[in-house]
C-alpha cells in the first residue's frame, strides 16, 4: 500500500520567511510524528499526535514551530520567520498506534528545507 | 534521560566481511529497541525490532539480541554486501517517540 508522503521534497527559502511542510501519513495510522534530521543534532523528535488527544509538542526548539493535524489525518509543519539554523531535513512518521506491537514507525522521505 | 550510543563511523568493509555496530542505551524500564536504515538518497526504513528482553530481531540476513544486563542491541550481519552500504540508526521508543543514535556510515567495497 502507499507509504508515508511528504511535500515539498526540497524547499528553498529566504530568512525571515514562513514555510509550511506537508506530510501525509499511510491510510489507517492513528499517530503521527515529526523529526528534524540535521548535521549537528542528528534526528530530533519534534511533536507528536495521536487521535484527537492534545498533541506533544515536548520536542518543538522554539515558538517559531507549530503543527496541526486536520481530521486526523494530514499534518502540517509551520516554522515561522525562518531562521539559517532550521535548515535540516524534516522527516514525518505514522504508526497504527501509539504502544504495543503494532507501534512501529514508518517515515517518509522528508523535506529537504535550506534557509538562505 | 534517555539516550542511545551509537559506534562511531564511518565503517568501511570489504564485501563479505563481518559487520558489528555496537548500540548501548539509557532508559527507564524496557523500551523498544530498534534499526533503521537509510540508503543513499532514501528514507530512514525499519531493519529490525525488538521488544523485550532477550528478544532477536532479524532481516535481511542483519541480527541484534536485546541484551538487558548490558543495556546492548548491537547489530550484526555474517556477510556484507555492496549493497548495505547505507548509514544505520539504533533507536529506542521512549515512550512513543523514538530517540535515536547518532547514526554509523557503512560503507562495503566490492
Known amino acids: 500500500g502507499a507509504g508515508v508522503s511528504q511535500s515539498p521534497s526540497n524547499k528553498v527559502t529566504e530568512k525571515g520567511k514562513d514555510v509550511e511542510l506537508r506530510c501525509d501519513p499511510i491510510?489507517?495510522?492513528?499517530?503521527l510524528y515529526w523529526y528534524r534530521q540535521s548535521l549537528g543534532q542528528g534526528l530530533e523528535f519534534l511533536i507528536y499526535?495521536?487521535?484527537?488527544?492534545?498533541?506533544?509538542k515536548s520536542g518543538l526548539p522554539s515558538d517559531r514551530f507549530s503543527a496541526e493535524r486536520t481530521g486526523g489525518s494530514v499534518s502540517t509543519l509551520t516554522i515561522q520567520r525562518t531562521q539559517q539554523e532550521d535548515s535540516a531535513v524534516y522527516l514525518c512518521?505514522?504508526?497504527?498506534?501509539?504502544?504495543?506491537?503494532?507501534?512501529?514507525?514508518?517515515f517518509g522521505p522528508g523535506t529537504r528545507l535550506t534557509v538562505l | 534521560g534517555n539516550s542511545v550510543t551509537q559506534m562511531e563511523g564511518p565503517v568501511t568493509l570489504s564485501e563479505e566481511a563481518f559487520l558489528t555496530i555496537n548500540c548501548t542505551y539509557t532508559?527507564?524500564?524496557?523500551?523498544?529497541l530498534f534499526w533503521y536504515v537509510q540508503y543513499p538518497g532514501e528514507g530512514l526504513q525499519l531493519l529490525l525490532k525488538?521488544?523485550?528482553?532477550?528478544d532477536k530481531g532479524s532481516n535481511k540476513g542483519f541480527e541484534a539480541t536485546y541484551r538487558k544486563e548490558t543495556t546492548s542491541f548491537h547489530l550484526e550481519k555474517g556477510s556484507v554486501q555492496v549493497s548495505d552500504s547505507a548509514v544505520y540508526f539504533c533507536?529506542?521508543?521512549?515512550?512513543?517517540?523514538?530517540?535515536f543514535g547518532s547514526g554509523t556510515q557503512l560503507t562495503v567495497l566490492p
Open positions: 533507536a529506542l521508543r521512549t515512550p512513543r517517540q523514538l530517540t
Open positions: 525488538a521488544t523485550k528482553a532477550d
Open positions: 512518521a505514522s504508526s497504527r498506534t501509539s504502544g504495543g506491537e503494532t507501534d512501529t514507525q514508518y
Open positions: 491510510s489507517g495510522h492513528t499517530a
Open positions: 499526535f495521536q487521535g484527537n488527544s492534545a498533541p506533544d
Open positions: 532508559a527507564t524500564g524496557y523500551p523498544s
